[in-house]
Nanobody, 124 residues
Framework: QVQLVESGGGLVQAGGSLRLSCAAS????????MGWFRQAPGKEREFVAN????????YYADSVKGRFTISRDNAENMVYLQMRSLKPEDTAVYYC?????????????????WGQGTQVTVSS
């Protein structure tokens, strides 16, 4: 069983920055592919970024490429999402997710474990 707890959301002005954190349980955290997804009101959950077990391979949605950075600390069982140059359209609930597999994917249904989400609101 994997438990994920996000933190770091909040209200920020457009152009600002936030850093989301996700604390994961489980002794084999280093085996997990980790992802960040988001869901805005009335919209489907969408992929934001993910990272392989080693931290060497990352993927980003086109909408956040160059502004967001995903990273992980396997010693601390943590994954992070540094968000810069935030835009009002980044407003959403952000979810941390874990996939216990080697292959790195961007499909939400491929991730078996989810956190409760943290709200990010970007004002214009």
């Amino acid at each position: 069983q994997v438990q994920l707890v996000e933190s770091g959301g909040g209200l920020v002005q457009a152009g600002g920055s936030l850093r989301l954190s996700c604390a994961a349980s489980g002794r084999t955290f280093s085996n997990y592919v980790m992802g960040w997804f988001r869901q805005a009101p009335g919209k489907e959950r969408e992929f934001v970024a993910n990272i392989d077990w080693s931290g060497d391979i990352t993927y980003y949605a086109d909408s956040v490429k160059g502004r967001f950075t995903i990273s992980r600390d396997n010693a601390e069982n943590m994954v992070y999402l540094q968000m810069r140059s935030l835009k009002p359209e980044d407003t959403a609930v952000y979810y941390c997710a874990a996939r216990i597999a080697v292959a790195i994917t961007t499909t939400p249904s491929d991730y078996g474990f989810w956190g409760q989400g943290t709200q990010v609101t970007v004002s214009s």
